[in-house]
Nanobody, 123 residues
């Protein structure tokens, strides 16, 4: 069974940076597409970024140019580097894995999910 564990969340001032990590155990990490989603209070979960097994990346328009997703297969870890953070980035951030190796922005396609890590951006 694949398990995903996020870390790196916290409180940061607007304009600051954070790096989230998601460590995977079990399964074949290098063959999965990995994604980041977020959910703010009272809102639906939304797509943030995805990186396919071959390294292709996709971003939500709201984070393009500010966030960077990357992966280190040797350590079964995917990262989300977040810069120029805004208060509207405040949310619980979730890591997800898709066994197909490629993924869209739809959370329905992902097979595995972490428990989430809180990111709070103060103004």
């Amino acid at each position: 069974q694949v398990q995903l564990e996020e870390s790196g969340g916290g409180l940061v001032q607007a304009g600051g940076s954070l790096r989230l990590s998601c460590a995977a155990s079990g399964g074949s990490f290098s063959t999965y597409a990995m994604g980041w989603f977020r959910q703010a209070p009272g809102k639906e979960r939304e797509f943030v970024a995805t990186i396919w097994s071959g390294g292709s990346t996709r971003y939500a328009n709201s984070v393009k140019g500010r966030f960077t997703i990357s992966r280190l297969n040797a350590q079964n870890t995917v990262y989300l580097q977040m810069s120029s953070l805004k208060p509207e980035d405040t949310a619980v951030y979730y890591c997800a894995g898709d066994r197909r190796g490629w993924a869209t922005s739809s959370d329905h396609n992902y097979d595995y999910w972490g428990q989430g890590t809180q990111v709070t951006v103060s103004s």
